[in-house]
């Protein structure tokens, strides 16, 4: 076993420990299986390890700025697969984001929630709409789920203060998920 997924099972016992100790079993349970997914990661976590701390996979305090919540690391997990497996595996809500994050060059948090939620008033003509009409409460858990994956690969940047993300067209990671995107190999 490597170092990193020494490091993630480190992170995601650490986080069930704590989960069972609150009497949160199915956040446990959870956790558990993600933990398993991404053990079968072990070569494109190491690739990345320089870029990406798994370590933040164990902080439960969710005031921590660096806490990443299990729909977050679902996501995360998602796109090392689409690393791993040159498919696409990422969500429609991870999809659409970053295409128009690419055409946009920034987006803010009403851009993205517009994206996912078609009844979202918005006046950006530029913004393409997912296809799929989902409410307001669908873009409330998924804008900020898909923006902190986002960030923790380092794909994109959140400026809090302007609360814009801005996508990092160099990362590695980007250019790779960005031409699966494009070659439409959704999984």
Sequence with gaps: MSNV????????????AYAV???Q?????????????????ESICTEYAD???FSQFA???KKDTNHIAIKTITKIRRMF?????????????????????????????????????????????SLQRLKVVRNASTASAQAPTTRHAL??????????????????????AYRKIMKLIDSREVA
């Excluded at 020494?6 to 016992?13: L, T, V, Y």
């Excluded at 079993?25 to 990661?41: G, I, R, V, Y």
């Excluded at 960030?151 to 590695?172: C, G, H, L, P, W």
């Design 81 to 125: 697969e689409s690393l791993a497996f040159d498919v696409c595996k990422l969500d429609k809500y991870t999809i659409e984001t970053l295409v128009n994050a690419r055409e946009l060059k920034t987006l803010t948090n009403k851009d993205i929630s517009a994206i996912i939620a078609n009844e979202i008033e918005h006046t950006n003509e």
């Design 51 to 53: 870029i990406v701390d």
């Design 25 to 41: 079993q199915n956040l446990a349970d959870t956790l558990a299986s993600e933990k398993k997914e991404f053990s079968k990661l």
């Design 151 to 172: 960030r923790f690969m380092k794909i994109a940047d959140y400026d809090a203060q302007k609360r814009e993300t801005s996508v990092n067209r160099n990362a590695k």
């Design 5 to 16: 997924i020494a490091q993630i099972n480190e992170a995601f016992d650490s986080r069930i």
């Design 21 to 23: 100790a609150t009497d």
């Design 59 to 61: 902080i439960t305090d």
